[in-house]
């Protein structure tokens, strides 16, 4: 079993960047697939992007792609969601999730693929 934390949520103005997070508990971290989703107000949970064990098997949903990137780094147990040139509709509460499955495009983008996740942040674009 693995915990995870978010960290580096916040506000900022349209076109700034932001950098989120996410460090997950136990000595096994390496072997997760790991995703980040976001969800908005009075809005269902959707797929921001993902990552495979080897950092080079990286997916993205349509409305991030070219702006987000993801990335992790299994020495210090953590993954990153390097977000550029935000929009006020990126505000949203955004989660960290982990499964122990190797995942293909498609099932990446379901929320029911993983296992565990995270308390989520806060991240608000202002226009």
């Known amino acids: 079993q693995v915990q995870l934390v978010e960290l580096g949520g916040g506000t900022v103005l349209a076109g700034e960047s932001l950098t989120l997070r996410c460090t997950g508990s136990g000595r096994t971290f390496s072997t997760y697939t790991m995703g980040w989703f976001r969800q908005a107000p009075g809005e269902e949970r959707e797929f921001v992007a993902a990552?495979?064990?080897?950092?080079?098997?990286?997916f993205y949903s349509n409305s991030v792609r070219g702006r987000f990137t993801i990335s992790r780094d299994n020495a210090v147990n953590t993954v990153y969601l390097e977000m550029n040139t935000l929009r006020p509709q990126d505000t949203a509460v955004y989660y960290c999730?982990?499964?122990?499955?190797?995942?293909?495009?498609?099932?990446?983008?379901?929320?029911?693929?993983?296992?565990?996740w995270g308390q989520g942040t806060q991240v608000a674009v202002s226009s």
């Open positions: 999730a982990a499964t122990t499955r190797s995942l293909i495009q498609s099932s990446s983008r379901d929320p029911g693929s993983y296992d565990f």
């Open positions: 990552i495979g064990r080897s950092d080079n098997n990286k």
